[in-house]
């Protein structure tokens, strides 16, 4: 049976991008262990219908497309033709950014993150991304070894035999390069090459649609004969292992790149200003056309090593760069219908239907209204009275990684009579009243578990794949079990899955008791029914992050509720934590000391803290927990991995102004070292590191005789240089 799955069409932008991911990852597998082990362990339909679920998700979230998406995998070569290589250094994507504000931001948290002056200079590289995929070469005394493709980024493909075969790598580096030394950078095909290939291509039948695509089909063929024969091109502009130090800056590494023989690309150049970093990234667009390679953006880089060290990692991408996405493509077509979406926290969307058109190499047919106020052009960048209306021709836009997107409509082709449309203040799933709460751009439904549309959602969110992973509760049966009208057979609750087989066992065994019975109604059958059975009771115990997750609160979703997991370690704390911050003088700067604790977890902001504390002052909402809880038990979540260093383990609390980091970068170091960070000092406190100007809590650490540190013993202590 089907595991549990949302429908495409119901996926928030958050839940499709970690289903992709998720999908990615397991397609992955069975490819690997269908081809690579010839051991597979799904049929073929199971896999196909992985495929196509995959494409589904990615048709309606193309932006959300991932560099290692199945979908993507081109070529009848499998993937698995390649043996595996483990990067010693993970290959990292880039975050992306899409405006001169998204840049300036991104600068500003450099700043921030580094604590540098307002007047500190701060040196940025510019150059192209190039339309490719990446690749790391690996030289060990001077030889090329290993070339391996970026996989998911901790595994790669080894495809060495083929890179040898391009020309303008080099085989081997002169004496000057280290010992060890992995270069990175990304394989591509120019276009006029491209097109030439497509010509010779064309008698066989078999094409590609795009130089990446090329690219990355030639490259992953069997026979290195064939990649031979094929115009593939490399530039390097990032590196892996090093036995010993480059250089100090991005800058200078990528010129020593180019003396040891590798092509560079000739637009990098040096930024010390977001006005120079902007001006660059006009002139790269200005001849976008003009370039004889795809690009689609422009990365900016911190130059000096010394802060990219500084500034270190997000899970997938480095602090210290970021890709400037040039903009959508842009279509016309004709709106044909709005509908309104409930989603699982009861907002309110409305969908545009559109009349299928091409952008940029992909058919959209929906794309985001986003809300109401954006409907009637108020807040948008549209001229006035450009109130958008079922029949109007519109354009739209696909940006790299937004929903497609309707910017403007053509008034002079707007149809006579047509209406202005009306935003429903009834939800369109269970008719209770919708409401806008002051300031907030989003309609709601006050239904909650009585709405089905978010009664449903939040019964197959909370037995998905990443919440309870109940196999054999998938859309067809909740549907057959939510709200089902005879008791032994309703699920309207979480608690009432976990409730489902007693129901079902005390059933009397008369003829009105024997039409409940599950293993009689058709579609089920014993065993299928006993299987069902097996899989709820395996979830009885489940980590306290899943449950968290599971229990479908605004903004609590995988990652934030493995933060909180993390931090609170049982249920019991992180309930009492949020009811305790509930006090009425409110939560903001002035709330207590457990509202502080949570604000204070890493990542956690006002907004989430809030949305944690409001779910638990609601009665049904304690109510259906404490229901649950009869039933199912969170583990505590495991400590940080047991990470060796002086302050693992410890609660640190930063106090006072820090004067040689930021408080994030503070908190990330600490963290990074396995020290739990809080936000105030209790008698769990182990460490307090006190800058200048510490007050009540540099008090109250002395008051509770609790080691108080500076930030240099700070530095000292965990064995780095300030
Ligand atoms: S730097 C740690 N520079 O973009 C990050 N990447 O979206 C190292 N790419 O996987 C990447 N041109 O395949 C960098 N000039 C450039 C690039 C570039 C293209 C690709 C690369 C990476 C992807 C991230």
Not at 519 to 536: H, N, P, R, T, Y
């Given at each position: 049976?089907?595991?549990?799955?949302?429908?495409?069409?119901?996926?928030?932008?958050?839940?499709?991008?970690?289903?992709?991911?998720?999908?990615?990852?397991?397609?992955?597998?069975?490819?690997?262990?269908?081809?690579?082990?010839?051991?597979?362990?799904?049929?073929?339909?199971?896999?196909?219908?992985?495929?196509?679920?995959?494409?589904?998700?990615?048709?309606?979230?193309?932006?959300?497309?991932?560099?290692?998406?199945?979908?993507?995998?081109?070529?009848?070569?499998?993937?698995?033709?390649?043996?595996?290589?483990?990067?010693?250094?993970?290959?990292?994507?880039?975050?992306?950014?899409?405006?001169?504000?998204?840049?300036?931001?991104?600068?500003?948290?450099?700043?921030?993150?580094?604590?540098?002056?307002?007047?500190?200079?701060?040196?940025?590289?510019?150059?192209?991304?190039?339309?490719?995929?990446?690749?790391?070469?690996?030289?060990?005394?001077?030889?090329?070894?290993?070339?391996?493709t970026r996989g998911d980024g901790t595994t790669g493909e080894n495809v060495t035999a083929n890179i040898r075969t391009i020309g303008e790598i080099p085989q081997q580096l002169p004496p000057d390069a280290p010992d060890i030394v992995e270069v990175r950078g990304e394989v591509y095909m120019r276009r006029d090459d491209f097109l030439d290939l497509q010509k010779r291509m064309a008698e066989s039948g078999q094409t590609f649609a795009n130089p990446r695509n090329s690219a990355a089909g030639s490259l992953r063929q069997k026979n290195p004969e064939v990649t031979k024969s094929r115009p593939l091109k490399f530039f390097a502009y990032a590196w892996g292992e090093a036995?010993?130090?480059?250089?100090?800056?991005?800058?200078?590494?990528?010129?020593?790149?180019?003396?040891?023989?590798?092509?560079?690309?000739?637009?990098?150049?040096?930024?010390?200003?977001?006005?120079?970093?902007?001006?660059?990234?006009?002139?790269?667009?200005?001849?976008?056309?003009?370039?004889?390679?795809?690009?689609?953006?422009?990365?900016?880089?911190?130059?000096?090593?010394?802060?990219?060290?500084?500034?270190?990692?997000?899970?997938?991408?480095?602090?210290?760069?970021?890709?400037?996405?040039?903009?959508?493509?842009?279509?016309?077509?004709?709106?044909?219908?709005?509908?309104?979406?409930?989603?699982?926290?009861?907002?309110?969307?409305?969908?545009?239907?559109?009349?299928?058109?091409?952008?940029?190499?992909?058919?959209?047919?929906?794309?985001?209204?986003?809300?109401?106020?954006?409907?009637?052009?108020?807040?948008?960048?549209?001229?006035?009275?450009?109130?958008?209306?079922?029949?109007?021709?519109?354009?739209?836009?696909?940006?790299?990684?937004?929903?497609?997107?309707?910017?403007?409509?053509?008034?002079?082709?707007?149809?006579?009579?047509?209406?202005?449309?009306?935003?429903?203040?009834?939800?369109?799933?269970?008719?209770?009243?919708?409401?806008?709460?002051?300031?907030?751009?989003?309609?709601?439904?006050?239904?909650?578990?009585?709405?089905?549309?978010?009664?449903?959602?939040?019964?197959?969110?909370?037995?998905?794949?990443?919440?309870?992973?109940?196999?054999?509760?998938?859309?067809?049966?909740?549907?057959?079990?939510?709200?089902?009208?005879?008791?032994?057979?309703?699920?309207?609750?979480?608690?009432?899955?976990?409730?489902?087989?007693?129901?079902?066992?005390?059933?009397?065994?008369?003829?009105?008791?024997?039409?409940?019975?599950?293993?009689?109604?058709?579609?089920?059958?014993?065993?299928?029914?006993?299987?069902?059975?097996?899989?709820?009771?395996?979830?009885?115990?489940?980590?306290?992050?899943?449950?968290?997750?599971?229990?479908?609160?605004?903004?609590?979703?995988?990652?934030?509720?493995?933060?909180?997991?993390?931090?609170?370690?049982?249920?019991?704390?992180?309930?009492?934590?949020?009811?305790?911050?509930?006090?009425?003088?409110?939560?903001?700067?002035?709330?207590?000391?457990?509202?502080?604790?949570?604000?204070?977890?890493?990542?956690?902001?006002?907004?989430?803290?809030?949305?944690?504390?409001?779910?638990f002052a609601e009665q049904h909402n304690r109510e259906a927990v404490d229901a649950l809880l009869k039933e199912v038990t969170p583990t505590d979540e495991e400590a940080i991995a047991a990470v060796s260093s002086p302050v693992a383990g410890k609660t640190v609390v930063f106090t006072g102004s820090l004067e040689k980091m930021s408080r994030d970068e503070a908190k990330a170091m600490a963290e990074r070292l396995g020290a739990k960070v809080a936000g105030s000092v209790s008698k769990k406190t182990d460490l307090v590191v006190a800058g200048p100007g510490a007050g009540s809590k540099l008090k109250q650490a002395t008051e509770l005789g609790i080691e108080v540190i500076?930030?240099?013993?700070?530095?000292?202590?965990?064995?780095?240089?300030?």
């Amino acid at each position: 049976m089907a595991k549990a799955e949302t429908p495409v069409e119901m996926l928030t932008q958050e839940d499709a991008a970690s289903e992709l991911a998720r999908l990615a990852e397991e397609i992955a597998g069975h490819d690997r262990r269908y081809h690579g082990e010839d051991a597979p362990t799904v049929s073929d339909a199971e896999y196909d219908a992985l495929k196509l679920r995959n494409a589904q998700i990615e048709a309606r979230f193309p932006e959300l497309i991932r560099e290692d998406s199945p979908s993507r995998r081109v070529g009848s070569a499998p993937s698995t033709a390649f043996a595996q290589v483990q990067h010693s250094v993970p290959m990292l994507s880039l975050d992306n950014v899409f405006s001169d504000e998204d840049v300036s931001d991104f600068v500003t948290s450099v700043r921030r993150f580094l604590s540098l002056a307002p007047d500190a200079g701060l040196v940025f590289t510019a150059e192209p991304k190039i339309d490719g995929l990446s690749m790391s070469l690996r030289y060990e005394r001077r030889k090329l070894v290993t070339a391996a493709t970026r996989g998911d980024g901790t595994t790669g493909e080894n495809v060495t035999a083929n890179i040898r075969t391009i020309g303008e790598i080099p085989q081997q580096l002169p004496p000057d390069a280290p010992d060890i030394v992995e270069v990175r950078g990304e394989v591509y095909m120019r276009r006029d090459d491209f097109l030439d290939l497509q010509k010779r291509m064309a008698e066989s039948g078999q094409t590609f649609a795009n130089p990446r695509n090329s690219a990355a089909g030639s490259l992953r063929q069997k026979n290195p004969e064939v990649t031979k024969s094929r115009p593939l091109k490399f530039f390097a502009y990032a590196w892996g292992e090093a036995s010993e130090p480059l250089g100090s800056t991005q800058y200078d590494v990528v010129q020593r790149f180019r003396d040891w023989g590798f092509p560079v690309n000739d637009r990098m150049v040096r930024c010390a200003s977001l006005e120079e970093m902007l001006a660059q990234y006009r002139a790269i667009e200005a001849d976008r056309a003009e370039l004889p390679y795809d690009i689609d953006g422009v990365v900016y880089k911190v130059d000096s090593l010394a802060l990219q060290e500084r500034l270190g990692f997000r899970s997938r991408s480095p602090r210290w760069a970021t890709a400037h996405k040039f903009p959508a493509e842009k279509a016309t077509t004709v709106l044909t219908a709005i509908d309104i979406q409930v989603g699982r926290t009861g907002a309110l969307t409305p969908v545009a239907r559109l009349e299928p058109v091409t952008v940029g190499g992909v058919v959209v047919v929906n794309a985001t209204l986003h809300n109401e106020d954006y409907i009637k052009g108020i807040g948008t960048t549209r001229p006035e009275g450009h109130d958008i209306r079922v029949g109007d021709t519109v354009i739209i836009q696909r940006a790299g990684d937004v929903i497609p997107q309707i910017l403007d409509i053509l008034p002079e082709k707007r149809p006579a009579g047509s209406m202005p449309y009306v935003f429903p203040t009834e939800c369109p799933a269970c008719g209770s009243h919708a409401v806008r709460e002051e300031g907030e751009a989003v309609r709601r439904c006050t239904g909650g578990l009585i709405c089905p549309a978010q009664a449903v959602e939040r019964v197959r969110h909370f037995v998905s794949r990443n919440a309870f992973d109940i196999e054999g509760l998938g859309e067809k049966q909740i549907e057959f079990f939510f709200n089902n009208d005879k008791p032994a057979l309703r699920i309207s609750t979480p608690a009432d899955i976990f409730t489902l087989r007693r129901r079902q066992d005390e059933l009397p065994a008369t003829l009105e008791g024997s039409l409940e019975k599950l293993e009689k109604i058709e579609g089920f059958g014993a065993v299928s029914v006993k299987k069902l059975f097996d899989a709820i009771d395996a979830r009885r115990e489940v980590s306290l992050s899943r449950f968290l997750f599971a229990l479908g609160i605004r903004h609590i979703g995988e990652t934030n509720a493995k933060r909180l997991a993390r931090h609170f370690h049982s249920f019991d704390t992180l309930r009492k934590a949020a009811e305790a911050a509930n006090i009425p003088e409110g939560k903001g700067d002035s709330g207590n000391a457990e509202w502080q604790e949570i604000v204070g977890v890493n990542g956690i902001g006002g907004i989430v803290a809030e949305a944690l504390v409001d779910f638990f002052a609601e009665q049904h909402n304690r109510e259906a927990v404490d229901a649950l809880l009869k039933e199912v038990t969170p583990t505590d979540e495991e400590a940080i991995a047991a990470v060796s260093s002086p302050v693992a383990g410890k609660t640190v609390v930063f106090t006072g102004s820090l004067e040689k980091m930021s408080r994030d970068e503070a908190k990330a170091m600490a963290e990074r070292l396995g020290a739990k960070v809080a936000g105030s000092v209790s008698k769990k406190t182990d460490l307090v590191v006190a800058g200048p100007g510490a007050g009540s809590k540099l008090k109250q650490a002395t008051e509770l005789g609790i080691e108080v540190i500076s930030e240099d013993q700070w530095f000292e202590r965990v064995g780095r240089e300030a």
